[in-house]
């Protein structure tokens, strides 16, 4: 049976290319070019998979996409953001409001392909055409204050079929980083407001970042600025002044450097024999032909911004609970939730492993902060009650456990 994939775009040559490649790949499509229309197909059929604009006629992508995360039938349905813009809000409230990937305008339709047979978890079958490339899709940031280098810088990496993402400042970019992360960094080490090397030592302290190839532009040689920077491993750097080709090409090295070391670092997988020594065959799909098993993802859990408040720990819980509270309290998507409550401990100079009431109140002030970039302002006040309960509520057991 086909998977069915439901494309949301008000866009008519969007939806008509997306019905080409993805019929060309064997999934079933249905087409809506409004939120409205939308609602009414999800109504009276199944979908495996919602390809979703940002920005419909009738309201936000991610109107549509917190309705299916609060419905039981729909909250674990694949959705593949979709938008024209790259700014750091739309991908962000994408991510947060648990958007299963972000894909920016203009795509790859190859990209997108590969992207719905993992989703869906539908192997591609024999006689496919093969649209999807060897390599994965790599995603590059562009950091940069002048609009104008980030369109050109971004037009000529989005040759090579990579995936954009622009941000204007250091603190955007951190933000994006916290929610998805990327292959490649180009940074402005000038940008007026920003020290790189010391932003580029705190890129490297995040989750999954320690390998991100970090290419340096700079309007000119500076040894200082450079031995700074060659400190907190930035891997490479580019004028600004030099032609656009030649930072598309540095990027290239970069990213080709990164895929030989990941190669050379992956250890070899041994094949299971059979008792006699042999191999075992591979499994077939219904056509018969090989394919190799594709691991089921794990299942997207709705964002907490929908679900009960956790239980506060107990007074004797161990070390690390506080902070798993406080994770399930902050209305974030799972996607990014810890991170942030990471990142929001740490600097109002508190250690998250080892929270304690005095140490979380010290740091609401810092939890509120970064709540306020990812949520509206009502709600971001709403966790922070939930938030503040949960040290009244600690508080006090541990007042009846010496009492007792």
């Not at 087409?31 to 009738?58: H, Q, T, Y």
């Not at 649209?131 to 050109?152: E, K, N, P, Q, T």
């Not at 041994?270 to 075992?280: A, I, K, Y």
Request: aromatic letters at 2%; proline letters at 8%.
């Amino acid at each position: 049976m086909k998977a069915r994939v439901l494309i949301v775009d008000d866009s008519a040559t969007v939806r008509a290319d997306m019905r080409g490649v993805l019929s060309a790949a064997g999934f079933g499509t249905t087409l809506c070019e409004s939120l409205g229309a939308a609602r009414k197909a999800l109504s009276e059929g199944e979908f495996d998979l919602v390809i979703l604009d940002m920005v419909l006629p009738d309201g936000e992508g991610v109107d549509l996409l917190e309705e299916l995360r609060r419905v039981p039938r729909t909250s674990h349905l694949p959705v593949l953001m979709l938008s024209t813009e790259a700014a750091v809000v739309q991908r962000l409230k994408g991510l947060s409001h648990g958007a299963n990937d972000y894909v920016g305008k203009p795509y790859d339709p190859a990209y997108v392909v590969r992207r719905a047979h993992e989703l869906t978890q539908v192997p591609e079958q024999d006689g496919t055409p093969r649209l999807v490339s060897a390599g994965r899709r790599r995603r590059v940031m562009v950091v940069d204050g002048r609009i104008d280098f980030r369109h050109r810088a971004s037009d000529a990496l989005r040759k090579d079929g990579h995936d954009v993402i622009i941000a204007e400042s250091g603190e955007d970019a951190m933000r994006l980083l916290e929610a998805q992360p990327v292959d490649c960094i180009l940074l402005d080490l000038e940008m007026p407001g920003l020290d790189g090397p010391e932003w580029v030592r705190a890129v490297r302290t995040l989750p999954g970042t320690a390998q991100v190839a970090v290419v340096g532009l700079t309007a000119g040689f500076d040894a200082k600025l450079i031995s700074e920077a060659l400190a907190v491993k930035v891997d490479a750097f580019c004028s600004k002044t030099e032609d656009i080709e030649v930072l598309r090409a540095q990027v290239r090295t970069e990213l080709r450097r990164r895929a030989e070391s990941e190669q050379q670092q992956a250890p070899p997988v041994p094949m299971p024999r059979n008792p006699s020594g042999s191999f075992p065959p591979l499994p077939r799909t219904p056509s018969g032909a090989h394919h190799p098993a594709i691991p089921a993802p794990a299942a997207h859990a709705a964002p907490a911004a929908h679900a009960a408040p956790a239980p506060a720990p107990s007074a004797g819980a161990l070390p690390g609970a506080l902070f798993e509270a406080l994770v399930a309290r902050c209305g974030l998507s799972p996607v990014i939730a810890t991170s942030t409550m990471t990142r929001a401990c740490k600097k109002a100079g508190v250690d998250p492993q080892l929270l304690t009431v005095a140490s979380l109140t010290r740091a609401l002030p810092t939890i509120r902060d970064m709540l306020h970039i990812f949520l509206d302002a009502q709600e971001a006040e709403r966790r922070i009650q939930a938030i503040q309960a949960l040290t009244k509520t600690d508080a006090g057991a541990q007042a009846r456990s010496r009492g007792s």
